[in-house]
């Protein structure tokens, strides 16, 4: 190939360090495979529209693929048909799309990893009690995933834990913040806390440290403000992706696609649950990120 193959990577966002991590693994695996890749992603993970335009924009290009993580699933599909239509293959990474347009979907199972959740919460509850969860959105395959994958599993698991309330901020801390006081004032007995993201999971924190409520709080992804929560005992323990290996498996599917080679459906990329226990250890440290 004389022309030098170019990937754009359309993100969900690009201000929580998940993405940031997401672009190291894209980075180095282009360092490997030799190839051009960009990385953007609107400012929040709230505007859909801006999202669609940077799509609209790397198509443009005329890119030999393309990444994309979907913050709304289908909203993306005519310009994903778009990209069918001119032989661009495109990887889904982070949050797949309803549609058998890409070719795989580079991903954490993010039902399993917030059923792991679940499970933990259990356990330190007591496996009896009031629980809620702050989600990201319910419009992303993630949000869908993880609050289903937690629910299913308290509902088939734990018959004495009962789910109170699910609300959605928007993966904004502040937000986050307010919906988690809203819940704390309205259930005096409640128990525990999901926060299915890192900025939900950062407004639970906040909101139990304003009211001085002792909850039981499980976060997801990592970040350093979770990270210090976790030190501290104000967060019992949280689920890890793989960001780094999210980004690096999405250019390497690429290139493999352009090579004409079979993909799987979907390229697991891994999970962790992380406690005060084992947040040093090697093997965790390497999936955490600042």
């Known amino acids: 190939m004389a022309q030098e193959v170019y990937i754009p990577l359309v993100s969900k966002g690009f201000q929580h360090q998940f993405w940031q991590a997401v672009k190291q693994g894209a980075d180095q695996a282009a360092k490997d495979y030799k190839v051009k890749v960009t990385f953007e992603g609107p400012e929040t993970e709230a505007m859909v529209d801006k999202q669609i335009d940077m799509l609209s924009a790397a198509l443009a290009k005329k890119p030999q693929a393309l990444g994309f993580a979907a913050l709304d699933s289908k909203a993306a599909i005519p310009l994903l048909k778009k990209a069918q239509a001119a032989k661009i293959p495109v990887v889904a990474f982070d949050s797949g799309v309803d549609s058998d347009i ?23 509850i007591g496996k009896s009690g009031e629980v809620a969860l702050v989600v990201h959105d319910q419009t992303s395959r993630t949000g869908v995933d993880r609050r289903d994958g937690f629910v299913d599993r308290m509902k088939s698991t734990y018959p004495n834990i009962k789910i109170v309330s699910v609300q959605y901020g928007g993966g904004d801390q502040l937000k986050s913040t307010e919906i988690a006081k809203s819940i704390l004032q309205a259930s005096p007995n409640l128990k525990g806390m999901f926060g299915a993201n890192e900025g939900s999971a950062i407004g639970v924190v906040n909101a139990a440290k304003e009211t001085k409520r002792k909850i039981v709080i499980v976060g997801y992804d990592s970040g350093k403000q979770q990270k210090d929560a976790i030190k501290d005992g104000t967060m019992a323990g949280a689920i890890t992706q793989n960001p780094v290996g999210i980004g690096y498996k999405t250019v390497e599917a690429a290139v493999k696609a352009l090579k004409g080679e079979t993909l799987p459906k979907v390229i697991d990329t891994g999970f962790y649950w992380y406690d005060k226990s084992n947040i040093a250890d090697p093997k965790i440290a390497a999936v955490l990120y600042d």
């Not at 979907?105 to 059923?115: E, L, P, S, V």
């Open 102 to 124: 890409p070719v795989t979907t580079a991903t954490t199972d993010n039902k399993a990893a917030a059923a792991l959740a679940a499970d933990k919460m259990a356990e330190l």
